[in-house]
């Protein structure tokens, strides 16, 4: 038998369900985006989480107003605190348990 395995990035082991070190380390080393098509990829990763994050679509909407057609792209705090919160909120484990 497999004693440790990863599925859908995260490890399954003896130990329970553990979050990839890799993945986090990619998301605390993701620098702000500088254009539109940045926005998107990041937004495309963080909707994979969306319903795990209390209060998801009030966080995104700075990040999705850049979205807009004909809107000019001007990355300002608002943007950054959404970006930061939103790292934040990915690289911060849950408690998970295996079903009983």
């Known amino acids: 038998m497999v004693h440790q395995g990863i ?3 995260h490890i399954i ?3 329970g369900i553990e979050v990839d070190k890799a993945k986090v380390e990619l998301i605390v080393k993701l620098p702000s985006p500088t254009t539109v098509k940045g926005v998107r990829q990041f937004l495309g990763h ?4 969306r319903r795990f994050i209390k209060y998801f679509s009030k966080l995104v909407r700075p990040l999705c107003e850049l979205l807009v057609n004909d809107a000019k792209f001007v990355w300002d705090d608002r943007c950054q605190w959404s970006f ?3 790292k934040l909120f990915l690289t911060n ?4 348990r295996a079903p009983n």
């Open 7 to 9: 599925v859908l990035g």
């Open 93 to 96: 484990a849950p408690i998970v």
């Open 84 to 86: 930061k919160e939103l």
């Open 13 to 15: 082991s003896k130990k």
């Open 46 to 49: 963080d909707r994979f989480y």
